[in-house]
């Protein structure tokens, strides 16, 4: 079952459920007991080793096609 988070409005408290996926759009009660929580949009990132061994995000990025060798002289900057 998908993870789902939810945002009270009454108590402004931001909360996750385990639901199926055809009642991910129903309202929700939130910990406190407000009904009426809707679903908002989940935002995560994901990281993976790269082969030099450092931490890289996982996914497209504007530094993906960067050859610099650090941030610090990075022409996106």
């Given amino acids: 079952m998908p993870l789902y988070e939810y945002f009270c409005q009454r108590c ?3 909360f996750e459920l385990l639901r ?9 009660s939130c910990p406190k007991g407000h009904e009426g929580a809707e679903r908002v949009l989940s935002v995560f990132s994901s990281f993976t080793k790269g082969t030099d061994g450092l ?16 941030c610090s002289s990075c ?3």
């Fill in 20 to 28: 199926s996926m055809s009642r991910s759009e129903e309202p929700a």
């Fill in 55 to 70: 931490s890289a995000p996982v996914g497209g990025s504007a530094c993906a096609s960067c050859s610099s060798g650090s």
């Fill in 75 to 77: 022409s996106m900057a």
């Fill in 12 to 14: 402004e408290a931001k």
